[in-house]
């Protein structure tokens, strides 16, 4: 029976391991060290007599033999998954991990606070939840479910809807001071004004879409500055750098206190879709659907 366990704790880290094509990332989502992922991989390959990775110190790629038993396992865990799902099923009864991934200003003020609440009720459940701002294939990067805070794209996945969060162009007093108020969206060109960029890796061309009378208008607005963090954002803003476009419930502590100011009132920004994504087979698993019942619930009222 050990054996069996090893067996398949070591095809599970195969699985792991060809889609984040890191051992130690991969070991670290299994709560296994280094070390150990790095062993049971040997043992695994040692035990199939082919070699499923070729290893140097800087790239991990997938043999030909890999990339065959890869087809196998993953069709093997997936269903051992679901056999595991449907018998918790059968009394309800949630257990085992959820992997989550969330926005990082979203996800450490409305869903990490609701964590310890979901699992203070469902005991046998873990929860790993990680927080990015760059936007997340929930299969490339092996998740149950992910948050997101934007425009919903076409999608085969499961989609819940939390809010449609309204969003605001904000800059310091002091910047305003200095460079003066927009008066049109197109002040925001003309008058070259510094927009604090929200942008990761190999993010699409970069604009914000205001409503207007006439409809959406897309604007190219350009800046001294982006990042992949939208609080680090925020914080340019408040030291004065420039002018963000924000969700309004990140920003309304500073809003109301005057340490940061909203403009273009009446050609906001499109609103941002709150909602999560979930492939559809993970509902016949009661963890992740109590977990996103229990999300969006709480969500819903953290932003009432």
Aim: proline share 6%; with cysteine.
């Amino acid at each position: 029976m050990g054996n069996s366990v090893a067996y398949l704790e070591g095809i599970r880290l195969f699985v792991r391991v060809f889609d984040l094509g890191n051992i130690t990332q991969a070991g670290r989502n299994l709560r296994m060290t280094p070390a150990t992922a790095s062993s049971r991989l040997k043992e695994l390959e040692a035990k199939l007599g082919v070699r499923l990775f070729n290893r140097t110190t800087r790239k991990l790629a997938p043999t030909e033999a890999g990339r065959v038993f890869y087809e196998y396992a993953k069709q093997l865990i997936d269903t051992l998954d679901d056999a595991e799902a449907a018998v918790a099923g059968v009394h309800d009864a949630p257990r085992g991990v959820i992997h989550a991934t969330a926005p990082l200003g979203v996800g450490r003020r409305v869903i990490g606070p609701l964590v310890p609440a979901f699992v203070e009720q469902f005991p046998e459940v873990e929860v790993r939840l990680r927080l990015s701002d760059r936007r997340v294939d929930l299969f490339d990067d092996v998740q149950d479910v992910a948050f997101f805070l934007g425009a919903l794209q076409d999608s085969t996945l499961k989609y819940r809807s939390i809010a449609d969060c309204e969003r605001v162009l904000c800059a310091a007093p002091d910047y305003l001071e200095r460079h003066g108020i927009p008066a049109c969206p197109d002040d925001l060109i003309a008058k070259h004004h510094n927009c604090l960029l929200l942008r990761y890796p190999r993010s699409p061309e970069y604009f914000w879409v205001l409503q207007t009378e006439n409809g959406p208008l897309k604007l190219e607005v350009a800046g001294k500055y982006d990042a992949d963090d939208g609080d680090v954002l925020t914080d340019w803003a408040l030291a004065g750098k420039g002018i963000a476009n924000k969700v309004k419930f990140d920003v309304r502590p500073y809003l109301d206190r005057g340490e940061l100011v909203e403009v273009l009132s009446k050609t906001p920004p499109l609103p941002a879709n709150f909602g999560c994504l979930f492939p559809h087979r993970k509902l016949l698993d009661p963890k992740i659907r109590h977990f996103v019942d229990f999300m969006v619930k709480g969500a819903k009222k953290a932003l009432d």
